[in-house]
Nanobody
């Protein structure tokens, strides 16, 4: 099993920045894809960003968010800049074995508990 623990969420004003972290522990893989999804109240869970051999972003966050990974620490980060009220959601860290990018929630085998991000206008 893999455990994913997120941190770094909180309340920020529009235009501000936050950095989310996600530490993975437990079972390891020779290669894996890690990323972030989010879910706002009353909406479906949506893809935000993922990283394996390269990175991929949802159009709504491209140019504002940056995903990075520290393999030595088994940690993935999401730097969120120029935050907007519509970025308000619970953000979930995800992991799947292999290097294939996918934006489908069901394709990710492991999920964190989520961290709340609230952007005030």
């Amino acid at each position: 099993q893999v455990q994913l623990v997120e941190s770094g969420g909180g309340l920020v004003q529009a235009g501000g920045s936050l950095r989310l972290s996600c530490a993975a522990s437990g079972r390891t893989f020779s290669s894996s894809t890690m990323g972030w999804f989010r879910q706002a109240p009353g909406k479906e869970r949506e893809f935000v960003a993922a990283i394996s051999w390269t990175d991929k972003y949802a159009d709504s966050v491209k140019g504002r968010f940056a995903i990075s990974r520290d393999h030595a620490k088994n940690t993935v980060y999401l730097q969120m800049n120029s935050l907007k009220p519509e970025d308000t959601a619970v953000y979930y860290c995800v992991l799947r074995a292999g290097l294939l990018f996918t934006v489908v929630p069901g394709d990710y085998d492991y999920w964190g508990q989520g961290t709340q991000v609230t952007v005030s206008s």
